[in-house]
């Protein structure tokens, strides 16, 4: 059975507070991809990875930044994290994207952030 | 970049009536994927469709590409309790990345 898991579940941070989300997955998968979901925004990519050690900005990478030392796991951080960044934050996997595009996603749980 | 556009954003039914959601976009999409998130949960992949008037059925539920590639929809025949949660779309291919529809929430009244 895949996998992708998030390490936190829900997490409560002051402001100012550097925030580290970790996402593991066990598919050996080399996309991964760092998400935000706020009720009547939907989905929106903050950053995503093609290999170890690549990085790519997403529609909204400001006040993030990643980490993908290893291929089973990408890191998100939030440097200093703000009361905007209060949010549902999902993790997913996929294969290398084919010709087709991009293959289909694996979601991990999520975290429940908020910033006091 | 393209932008794909997804209604309704709402929608209330009774247990037993179809329901259907509609992804649009201006420019002619790569493919297409549909994921359902019920409640409290997160996002599972449903389908993907690629070729131009792709029809895929599962069980109750019909994706459809359109002829021009610039739309798709998601209908659910006879809608169950079960059915109850986001329905949304993601398009991802080529040099254009990945965009999302913002979701259609399924409401189900029994």
């Known amino acids: 059975d895949v996998k992708v898991t998030q390490s936190s579940r829900y997490l409560v941070k002051r402001t100012g507070e550097k925030v580290f989300l970790e996402c593991v997955q066990d598919m050996d998968h080399e996309n991964m991809f760092w998400y935000r979901q706020d009720p009547g925004l939907g989905l929106r990519l903050i950053y995503f990875?093609?290999?170890?050690?690549?990085?790519e900005k997403g529609d909204i990478p400001e006040g993030y930044s990643v980490s993908r030392e290893k291929k089973e796991r990408f890191s998100l951080i939030l440097e200093s994290a703000s009361t905007n960044q209060t949010s549902m934050y999902l993790c997913?996997?996929?294969?290398?994207?084919?010709?087709?595009?991009?293959?289909?996603?694996?979601f991990g749980p999520g975290t429940r952030l908020t910033v006091l | 970049g393209q932008q794909v556009m997804q209604i309704p954003q709402y929608q209330h039914v009774q247990e037993g009536e179809d329901f259907t959601t509609y992804c649009n976009s201006s420019?002619?999409?790569?493919?297409i994927q549909w994921y359902k998130q019920r409640p409290g949960g997160h996002p599972v992949f449903l389908i993907q469709?690629?070729?131009?008037?792709e029809v895929k059925k599962q069980k109750r539920l019909t994706f459809q590409f359109g002829e021009a590639k610039k739309n798709s929809s998601l209908h659910i025949t006879a809608t169950q309790t079960t059915d109850v949660g986001t329905y949304f779309c993601i398009q991802g291919g080529g040099a254009d990345g990945l965009t999302f529809g913002k979701g259609t929430h399924l409401i189900i009244q029994p």
């Open positions: 420019t002619t999409l790569s493919n």
């Open positions: 469709l690629v070729k131009s008037g």
């Open positions: 997913a996997s996929s294969r290398r994207t084919g010709l087709a595009g991009y293959n289909e996603q694996f």
């Open positions: 990875s093609y290999d170890v050690k690549m990085k």
